[in-house]
């Protein structure tokens, strides 16, 4: 069968893996972004070429691609005058895989809806390097018939790949995911700091801690940073603050409060603010040994 067109929008670190292992794998491929040196390494590869705007990118492609860093972003590329609402075929199917409001995305959706176009919500799990051999984790929501039609290529993009139900489901599993994992990595560095104020040796803490059920990847992640100087998890504190501003807005659209998020958030925005946003969140635990007694 004839592999659909891809239109990719987005070739950051995760989005230009992304779109390597989809040329790999035989797709064609129609690009854009902001960075125009990550578009030519696109194209200089083959059987890729770069739109000039949104609306020209969904009128070439089957599916449209989204790796976005926020939900703005996605909602200026979808409504633009020139933007992916003006140019998208009917029967196309456009998939965000970024991290966004669940309100906006069934907003878009709906928008999308009345052009005979369908959306999936597909956010990812894991790193660039999965991305690049094609062993993401996607959760991915919307219509079931629309995720069947574009499952084959999700398979071809995750070695996992979720659907969670109606759309939004995703980015709102994702934003969950994200307020519990940041969470982790807050409260881990802090209790690095602590321990660093009160003479606790940080690798013996860590030894001990690691051996009971507050165990985890991200524990391991905290330690590498705060005992070894090693920064590896890949998500800045800048991405992490975003995310839980959005998990604290959905709460909000829910009728109800997250009081825990919201000191996760206070630590990531100060955090921020400090100049520290572009450090992977492990290194929060450098502002956490900052503050006053």
Do not use: W
């Amino acid at each position: 069968m004839t592999k659909p067109v891809i239109g990719f929008i987005g070739l950051g670190l995760m989005g230009g893996n992304m779109v390597e292992n989809l040329q790999k794998k035989g797709y064609e491929l129609v690009v854009m972004d902001l960075n125009s040196d990550a578009v030519a390494a696109v194209t200089a590869r083959g059987n890729a070429r770069e739109a000039a705007c949104g609306r020209d990118l969904a009128a070439a492609a089957d599916i449209v691609m989204l790796c976005l860093t926020t939900s703005e972003v996605v909602e200026k590329l979808v409504y633009a005058e020139d933007g992916i609402l003006a140019g998208i075929r009917e029967g196309a199917v456009l998939i965000d895989f970024g991290t966004s409001i669940p309100a906006s995305t069934r907003r878009i959706g709906a928008d999308l809806a009345a052009k005979g176009a369908g959306m999936i919500d597909a956010p990812l799990g894991r790193t660039p390097a999965h991305a690049k051999d094609g062993l993401l984790n996607i959760m991915a929501a919307g219509d079931r018939a629309v995720f069947d039609k574009v499952l084959p290529v999700l398979q071809d993009q995750g070695e996992n790949v979720f659907h969670l139900g109606a759309l939004g489901a995703g980015h709102t599993t994702k934003l969950i995911n994200n307020f519990m994992g940041m969470t982790t990595v807050c409260t881990m560095s802090q209790a690095f700091a602590v321990a660093d104020k009160a003479g606790v040796d940080r690798a013996q803490l860590y030894e001990i801690m690691s051996t009971g059920p507050s165990a985890s990847p991200f524990m391991k992640f905290c330690k590498n940073y705060a005992v070894d100087g090693v920064s590896d998890l890949g998500f800045s504190i800048a991405n992490a603050n975003k995310d839980l501003a959005y998990f604290l807005a959905m709460a909000e659209d829910l009728g109800t409060r997250a009081q825990i998020a919201e000191g996760t958030s206070a630590n990531l925005q100060a955090a921020f603010e400090a100049g520290m946003g572009e450090g992977n969140v492990p290194e929060i635990y450098d502002y956490f040994r900052t503050l006053p007694r």
